[in-house]
């Protein structure tokens, strides 16, 4: 069994280019409802925790390694894959499942998830996947939304009804979305139009903003980063101990390190201040 249980998609226009697993879901547009329950009782539990690529957002990585008691880099260093795809113009972090026959979540119990409060964004959002048009500039994008219909999901078959919005604010979707949405504004950047490549410098930059935010603080705080750039109305000291704080900020570092933008300022008197490394 192999299951749709993923993150976001980029769409193009027609139902003929949309990717593979979204091809025989449902459309879920406005106020559309469908019906769906998930608890322990249903035959299937916790079979939709096994052989599934999860894609990890920097909210998911930061929240798993504080569940879990690892810092960033041993988190990504334990539990992720990060595969070479040549044709995406930045890296992806996987969850990676465990080496039985099965491919079993690490964090998958016969109680249910022991990482619940910090489950992954797509956990929380199966059955729905969410679709991405093409960066266009100045186009704020608009997501769409899709209602995954797996054969092994019983939840389908009970009664209660949801639209997407009820879904996503019941499983703390929409508690996290600000910062979900400063890093799909990253990734799908009109900058990236064309097929524009970073550096490898930036790209490695990016890693560890987005996905490594312990080494992040060590940046920030022990390199001469705060003698170079002024942060305007940043509080120094929340980032020093606020983790979401820290990621927010690390999002508008990315887009004056990577695209240019003047979202963080160089202070004039620092030498070499618009260098995006320590
Ligand atoms: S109802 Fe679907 S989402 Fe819930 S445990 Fe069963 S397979 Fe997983
Ligand atoms: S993180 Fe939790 S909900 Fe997601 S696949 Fe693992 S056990 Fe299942």
Redesign the pocket.
Known sequence: MSSS?SATFNVAAGPSELPEALRNSRQLQGDATFCFDCNPKLGCF?D??AN?N?LLTPADVLG?ARRTGLTTREFLDRHTLVPITENLHLPIVM?RMDDTAEKR?????AA?????EA??W??RMYPIGMGLPPARAGVEPEPGYFLFQDDFCHGHKESRTWTVEQWQRDQGVLALEEVEKGFRDLVGHPWFIGGRKLDPRRIEMFFMVAYDLDTFRKFVFETTFLKRFDLGDEPVEVLRTDDRALLRFGFRWLRFAMFGEPTVKPKPQAAGAAEVAP
């Not at 979540?105 to 119990?109: H, I, N, R, S």
């Not at 249910?112 to 619940?116: L, N, Q, R, T």
């Open positions: 249980k916790t939709c925790c599934i999860i798993l969850l979540c690490p964090f998958v119990t249910g998830c022991s990482v619940y489950r992954p797509a956990c």
